[in-house]
């Protein structure tokens, strides 16, 4: 049965599966708060946004507006809220596709989309003039909707995750492989004789929450429910605090943030009081270690990657490195950043492949492609412990074509390759539009996914688009994975067409990891497992909605799945 407040959601005319999005289910009783606070404000908000306001845009058109109507800019602002993907079209159609810069605005704030042309601009920009990093800090509100926020600068854990965490790959990918069969096995169950019905997105999140923290924590505290429950919670969290926080006007904000970020802290402390018991177990055998055998490392993961740079090396003004608080701090953001964006990707593409028109084939084309690349190396003597190793997963091609494409259909985001004016003089672009401090600016990402004259019947998920692209072009899979415009036809790989994962040295560092926990996701599942989409029809599947900027699978949506007999 629904809540009273899901059904008075639905009532006004808006998909229930967004409040999930921005409120985790057990907070549904305290949401008549919430939204009574935000309600309290509107007027506030409305009054004050010209003064919260500081920065001085630069003369451009604002998509949607008419000037001719009374408070043009604030209904403008209403309406690209609540038609985002509206305004992202006219955006692309009458200013991207023509090569001209244009403002899109929302409640929560603005932002100057320079055309596709201006990305090789853009990314070539130093940080301490056009800052990726103060983008996220601003559209996630880090300095109150984080514990602690001096994580942020600088963002050791992201540096990490550029250099070990990539590094590793090889020698990792047989621990994500096995905490992915375990986790399958767990969630969709193994009796052959009857189906077992989930809520895809939850069953997702908890399988890629289990094999990512395996990667971050080891064994056994990545099957530990509670501190699996936190990480998760905090993610959630962050969704609805950032989103209110970015609609109050900034001398609201600290009193504001103390009733948005209580769950946050809540979250956050119960993943920190779990967890630090483990990063001073280990800090005192790392002492030892580095006293004793200096180099040697007892566990391979991210925690004790962590642990090792943080001794190491000096971080100047930054944080205290070897403080358990920010250890455990950067570790749940590392979860934060990793774990929904992979599950969304994740259920977009179940969802794409159960509902494509010719889902029977193409399950059955890419089960073979699961077998065909088995780990052979690993001396397995059953087809019931199928593995994939780094090597072999790299040998995917089909599956990366699969989520490139379900990627770009399903677009998580609206805008992509976002960046924050930090240089105080701010910067003029090489149009000559001057962009002053404070400034946010991106460019089209959906535009660009879903332009026709890019890729054909855009609107349609073809499974194997990228594949084709590839037979149709120069070469083949083996030498050099080319398409058309000269980028790669890899899932990972980015371009100035293709920015799902950003773009330049700023794309998301993280996309190397999420390419294998996906594939291993898809592999596993479709090797052993028969799936269908509950309650829909053939070849339509539940659709995504927008959630603020954000592009997100349905919450709702549910699957049956039944262990096959044989995996052959």
Known sequence: MPSTFTQEYDKMGLNSDSLHIFLPSHLYPISFVIVGIVGALVCLIVSHFARRQKTVLPDLPWVGNNSTRWFGILRTRWWTMLNYESALALAYREYGQKDKACILGTLDGEVVLLPPSSIPWLISQPSHILSVNGAHKHILQTKYSFPRPEIMDPTVHFDVIRSELTRQMFSITSEVSDEMRAAISDVFGEDPNSWREVKLFDAVIKIIARTSNRVFVGLPLCRDEEYLQNAIGFAEDIALSATVLRLMPTWLLPVVARITTHSNRKHARAYTDILRSEVLHRQSSEQQQVAEKPGVIAKNDFLQWLLTRSINRDYGQGPDETDPEIICARLLHTNF????????????????????????????????????????????????????????????????????????????????????????????????????????????????????????????????RFAEMCKNSPGDFDDGNKFPDGGNLQFIATSERYLGFGHGRHACPGRFFASAELKLLLAYLLVHYDLEIVGAKKGERPPCFWAGPNHVPPMSARVKARRRRSVT
């Open 337 to 464: 950043a990793s774990v929904h964006t992979t599950g969304f990707i994740g259920t977009n593409a179940i969802l794409d492949i159960l509902a494509a028109p010719t889902s029977d084939q193409v399950i059955e084309t890419l089960r073979q492609e699961a077998l065909d690349t088995i780990d052979t190396e690993s001396g397995l003597e059953s087809k019931s412990s199928l593995s994939w190793s780094r090597a072999s997963l790299q040998k995917q091609h089909l599956f990366d074509s699969v989520l490139r494409e379900s990627a770009r259909k399903a677009s998580i985001i609206g805008v992509g390759v976002n960046h924050y004016v930090v240089a105080p003089e701010g910067i003029t672009t090489a149009d000559g539009i001057h962009l002053p401090q404070g400034c946010m600016l991106a460019t089209h990402s959906w535009g660009l996914h879903h332009d026709e004259d890019i890729y054909s019947d855009a609107r349609r998920f073809k499974a194997f």
